[in-house]
């Protein structure tokens, strides 16, 4: 073996400017070989250093693996948001088309790759039972499944059109409202600010149950409302079950009534008919019958000084005006993901429905709270029942039967909170969609008999209701969750694209324009919208049927934040003292009890993620039809499919809204 050379003759030559380095060697052609041999090691380092790589990747993904199907078998192994009481028969017909899809993509992927097609029509050129078994089902489906599920997806692409219809009218309703820059007016004057007796005898009500967070900040804005005190009277309307939230509350109540405030606490021994029992049994003292308007607020909502001042002299001249309702805004609406997707629907409700509703029909459903009652109309549509979950709606509906007018206040607006947790909204949800089911049937032998005009009657049956309430949830579910999949597998009955991706996407975009900051989650709006309507439908046809889960009234948990207007307010009391300082102010024995009390309740507990069952299995539907629409390069299918199943895959593990541990 021949050693390198030792020595190279170098020349260095300037050409234009330009260094040129030569190299001179007679042994030049060993060099190369030299350079060759080295190759293969190189070679192998090479090899070896993208082996490396692709080992750490593989591991990589093996952990990461491990750790997501631990998460998952960890929270299967947990118990889920409904007992199986609960679950019912939507739960185990989604099984059931679980299992048929899956079953049915093994079937199309076997024949994708075997090449069967129809025009196998010969029983000598089948091959094997399994070919004759899929040729049969393809002539089966042909002649009798598509055209029904063709029909079924006629049906419902036509009740989404006439409801996309409904939000376009709303939408251009809205627009020549703030075109035209219209809005309720009152007399600036209606009331002589030196002469406090001119003003009406309000009554306002709090009604409250085991609002440990928010009843101190809730009691404290209202108790600071911009109005005569001798024509205030505040009700604390407590349905604790906890002894010790209840002592916390009256002391709460009590040091506002030192501070000269007009305020009693009331608790009931017998809790029955939720709020509505609650707001019933207050209005049944003797000393309502000396004022003339209720104004109530939820345990969360926080209004402004001047809220009585703003919407109690839009009565005055209008006898026949029954209700006031102001807008909700919300403290925590960029807290999360779910806040955010919340506030896009609220914002909508309240910017177009109400307002729309209510210039053009004098009606709406009344919120709950935030809107003050003609005590008049209360008492002659029947006062507050306790046949529903939506209270708010049925005694609404019974005012408009009875001839009584709304007004809707846009720029009126009273802080509260959002649901945090997919958990807490999911039943705020339920209820909500739920008790206009049973309303609906309670209220249509009086809608039909009622003295109300033609018109009137066929906007509550057929708009208000139907539409809105009935028709919205069940289209949403069956087209997108049910019929959508469906197709996958039943190519002949396949969804035109301007219903699975154009017109879904031009109404979420109308659904935004009034939270035009909220521009950037439009995808993601549709996707939650649609994951929402299985809790939607399931609700809607609970409360139809009156099946079990349509009684149940879960008060919405609540965090207590504040917002810097809350802050401000705060700061301008009399007293800054905490409610700490108050309780050990107050009695120092018993408040020493108390706080100490207070301070075990208010510690954090650990919390944990939900499972929903039913999300999981819609996830694992859609993203079994997902897989099935490659087989036929379906593209725009695919990817809504893909997303909308890992929607609904996020919400089944409860990985949206409040993080818990």
């Known amino acids: 073996m021949m050693a390198p050379p030792s020595s190279f003759p170098v020349s260095i030559e300037n050409v234009n400017e330009f260094t040129l380095l030569k190299i001179h060697d007679s042994d030049s052609a060993k060099f190369l070989e030299k350079q060759k041999a080295s190759t293969p090691k190189q070679l192998t380092w090479f090899l070896l250093l993208k082996l490396h790589r ?47 899809s899956i079953a049915g993509l093994a079937i199309e992927i076997i024949a994708h790759y075997n090449n069967w097609t129809l025009r196998v029509i010969q029983p000598w050129e089948v091959d094997g039972f399994l070919e004759w078994s899929y040729v049969a089902w393809i002539s089966f489906r042909e002649e009798y499944v598509a055209p029904l599920v063709l029909l079924m997806s006629k049906f419902c692409i036509v009740l989404f059109m006439i409801q996309s219809l409904d939000r376009l009218v709303l939408c251009l309703g809205c627009f020549w409202i703030k075109y035209k820059k219209i809005k309720p007016t009152f007399d600036e004057d209606a009331y002589d600010i030196e002469d406090p007796s001119s003003f009406p005898m309000v009554l306002v009500q709090i009604p409250m149950c085991n609002e440990r967070e928010v009843f101190a900040q809730s009691i404290g804005a209202v108790c600071q409302l911009d109005w005569p005190k001798d024509r205030l009277l505040i009700q604390v309307l407590d349905d604790s079950d906890d002894p010790n939230l209840q002592q916390l509350i009256n002391e709460e109540v009590s040091s506002w009534k ?64 029954g209700l006031v309702q102001a807008r909700w805004s919300f403290v925590n609406k960029d807290e999360n993901l779910l806040t955010r997707l919340q506030n896009i629907n609220l914002c909508f409700h309240f910017e177009v429905e109400q307002q729309v509703n209510g210039h053009f029909l004098n009606f709406f459903g009344f919120n709950g709270t935030a809107g003050v009652w003609r005590i008049k109309a209360l008492e002659e549509s029947g006062g507050w029942l306790e046949r529903t979950t939506v209270e708010d709606m049925d005694i609404a509906v019974r005012a408009h ?83 959508l999949p469906l197709t996958m597998f039943i190519p002949e009955s396949e969804l035109p694209l301007w219903v699975v991706c154009y017109v879904p996407i031009f109404m979420s975009f109308l659904n935004i324009l009034p939270a035009p900051k909220a521009f950037p989650f439009l995808v993601p709006y549709l996707l939650f919208e649609n994951t929402m309507s299985v809790t939607k439908f399931n609700a809607m046809v609970s409360g139809l049927f009156q099946l079990g889960s349509a009684y149940e009234w879960v008060v919405t948990k609540k965090t207590g934040r504040s917002s810097e207007s809350d802050l401000l307010s705060f700061a301008e009391r009399e007293s800054k003292l905490s409610s700490e300082e108050k309780i050990q102010r107050r009695n120092s024995d018993s408040g020493l009890e108390l706080l100490s009390k207070l301070k075990q309740a208010e510690a954090p507990k650990k919390k944990r993620n939900m499972l929903y069952r039913k999300e999981l299995a819609l996830a694992l539907l859609l993203l079994t039809a997902a897989a099935r629409s490659l087989l036929s390069a379906q593209g725009l299918h695919f990817y809504f499919l893909l997303f909308q199943g890992l929607a609904f895959l996020v919400m089944g593990l409860d990985l949206i809204g409040e993080q818990v541990s």
């Open 401 to 483: 039967l009875n001839g009584w007018k709304f007004i809707y206040l846009n720029d009126v607006k009273v802080l509260c909170e959002l649901p945090e947790s997919y958990e807490a909204y999911k039943k705020q949800q339920h209820r909500w969609h739920s008790g206009p089911m049973q309303l609906f049937r309670l209220c249509l032998p009086a809608i039909i008999t009622s003295k109300i005009s033609i018109w009137k009657k066929c906007n509550l049956i057929f708009l208000f209701f139907l539409l809105r309430k009935l028709i919205l949830p069940f289209y949403s579910f069956t087209l997108f969750c049910i019929i």
């Open 54 to 100: 692709v080992l750490t990747l593989l591991s990589w993904l093996t952990n990461g693996f491990k750790s997501s199907f631990g998460l998952i078998k960890k929270r299967v192994s947990l118990p889920d948001d409904e007992g199986p009481k609960h679950r019912g028969r939507l739960y185990r017909f989604l099984r059931v088309f679980l299992a048929l």
């Open 258 to 321: 030192d501070k000269g405030v007009n305020i009693i606490y009331r608790h009931r021994l017998i809790r029955t008919g939720y709020k509505a029992g609650n707001l019933s049994s207050a209005m049944s003292c003797d000393y309502v019958k000396d004022y003339e308007f209720v104004a109530i607020f939820d345990a969360d909502f926080q209004p402004n000084p001047d809220f009585l001042k703003l919407t109690v002299p839009h009565f005055k001249g209008k006898p026949d005006l």
